[in-house]
């Protein structure tokens, strides 16, 4: 069956530091894959997508990576800051059906 | 830009009442999203509308649940009759995918349904 994977649930840092999230996906030819932001109460929010034929991706501290070979995309923030802070989340879209998301990673950066 | 706007924010309601949730897309984005959010479960499309138009359903949990989209600028979600297992937040999402698939999704900040 289908299954997305985000490897943790929690990931503790501290500021400073380069944060790398982990999205794993089994059963999916993804066209593209989306990195979402989600804070408390509030609805996800766009941040970056890469294309199946694209390596890497790159916005401000943010930089995203897709190997369909391995099946996988990391989400790194280099320098994090507490306001960094929030639930990323991966999202597949085969280019026929709509976002079908991972169930997220908890991120916190420590002062 | 006033963003996907949802209300109520908050619903908490009986088991066995109707439940309607309401969404308003951004202006000019063709397609419209619903979403469910849980713990467990994490983010499952409920349904879709492309102009209007239920696309796919397949996520909708059972009868009780039904979506409309009576024109561009409105959408809602009833639930009826509800039950304790609906709790969840509900997110309402647009888009503007003029056949483009990889268009992101724009959400609202959910509504929060407990059913007690």
């Known amino acids: 069956s289908q299954k997305i994977e985000q490897n943790s649930e929690a990931l503790n840092i501290q500021e400073g530091k380069t944060a790398t999230l982990t999205c794993n996906y089994t059963n999916y030819s993804p066209a593209y894959l989306q990195w979402y932001r989600q804070d408390p109460g509030r609805g996800p929010v766009f941040l970056l997508l890469i294309r199946e034929n694209e390596k890497e991706k790159r916005k401000e501290r943010l930089k995203v990576t897709f190997d369909t070979t391995l099946k996988q995309s990391l989400f790194h923030i280099t320098a994090s800051q507490p306001a960094d802070s929030a639930t990323y989340l991966c999202?597949?879209?085969?280019?026929?059906?709509?976002?079908?998301f991972g169930k997220g990673t908890r991120l916190s950066v420590i002062a | 830009d006033a963003g996907v706007i949802q209300s109520p924010r908050h619903e908490v309601t009986e088991m066995g009442q109707e439940v309607t949730l309401r969404c308003k897309p951004i202006?000019?984005?063709?397609?419209l999203f619903w979403y469910r959010q849980t713990m467990m479960r994490g983010l499952e499309l409920l349904i879709y509308f492309n102009n209007n138009v239920p696309i796919d359903d397949s996520g909708m949990p059972e009868d009780r649940f039904s979506a409309k989209m009576p024109n561009a600028s409105f959408s809602t979600l009833k639930i009826q009759p509800s039950e304790p297992r609906d709790s969840a937040v509900y997110f309402c999402?647009?888009?503007?995918?003029?056949?483009?698939?990889?268009?992101?999704?724009?959400f609202g900040n959910g509504t929060r349904l407990t059913v007690t």
């Open positions: 202006s000019g984005h063709n397609s």
């Open positions: 999402a647009s888009s503007l995918s003029g056949g483009r698939k990889n268009s992101p999704l724009h």
């Open positions: 999202a597949l879209d085969s280019g026929n059906t709509p976002l079908v």
